[in-house]
């Protein structure tokens, strides 16, 4: 079965310094990997997702994330964080695209002046 | 830009009391799902449809959760009777059925808080 596990419930960060969002998987076949991000009382919307092919994903607002197939991981960066990154964001996993996604628990970013 | 509509945005009922939502999705997308998201927590997967056929409902509580797709387009997720457990929000996602194409795009949800 798989499963995700998003290390830390709640980052704080300063505004221009460095987001790092843990996110770890567990899948017996190879595995599609997303990022969604959720601001208060709004759907899900998409920052990027790894299929197949470069192990380095750019996504939308300066995120970018790496798939590393040997520590099952896909952490989630952004090089200099600003205020509107303040959100939720939540790391998912699926047997397929168009298969159902597993999410993790979510991160709660919050950005300080 | 097309998005997925959901509605209503908000809900409150008594338990017991039956709720219904609705979902419309993103013109041509033939794959329609339905999340539920409890506060804290991940969506996880109530059902999902290929055009008007169910997919996937092996975690649809179907004692008192039903969703219907009839002409493969909108869709209806009901609850009756509503329990205080189903205070949440349910989310709908669409995507279409092409490979390579089949990114979930998620609507606003609809937050229910049941009394």
């Known amino acids: 079965a798989q499963s995700v596990t998003q290390l830390g419930s709640h980052v704080s960060v300063s505004e221009g310094a460095l987001v790092l969002l843990r996110c770890n998987y567990s899948?017996?076949?190879?595995?599609?990997l997303f990022w969604y991000v959720q601001y208060p009382n709004q759907g899900l919307q998409l920052l990027l997702k790894?299929?197949?092919?470069?192990?380095l994903v750019k996504g939308i607002n300066g995120f970018e994330a790496e798939f590393k197939k040997s520590e099952t991981s896909f952490h989630l960066t952004k090089p200099s964080a600003h205020m509107s990154d303040a959100a939720e964001y939540f790391c998912?996993?699926?047997?397929?695209?168009?298969?159902?996604?597993?999410f993790g628990q979510g991160t709660e970013l919050s950005v300080k002046p | 830009e097309a998005e997925v509509a959901q509605s209503p945005r908000y809900k409150i009922t008594e338990k017991s009391q039956a709720v219904a939502f609705w979902c419309d999705p993103i013109?041509?997308?033939?794959?329609l799902y339905w999340y539920r998201q409890i506060l804290g927590q991940g969506p996880e997967l109530l059902v999902q449809?290929?055009?008007?056929?169910?997919?996937?409902d092996s975690q649809l509580p179907k004692d008192r959760f039903s969703a219907e797709r009839l002409k493969g387009v909108d869709s209806t997720l009901k609850i009756q009777p509503a329990e205080l457990g189903d205070s949440a929000m349910y989310l709908c996602?669409?995507?279409?059925?092409?490979?390579?194409?089949?990114?979930?795009?998620f609507g606003p949800g609809t937050r229910l808080l049941v009394l």
């Open positions: 996602a669409s995507s279409l059925a092409e490979k390579g194409r089949e990114t979930q795009y």
């Open positions: 899948s017996s076949v190879p595995p599609y």
């Open positions: 449809f290929q055009d008007e056929s169910v997919v996937d």
């Open positions: 998912a996993v699926a047997e397929s695209q168009g298969g159902k996604l597993i």
């Open positions: 013109s041509g997308h033939a794959t």
């Open positions: 790894y299929t197949t092919g470069a192990t």
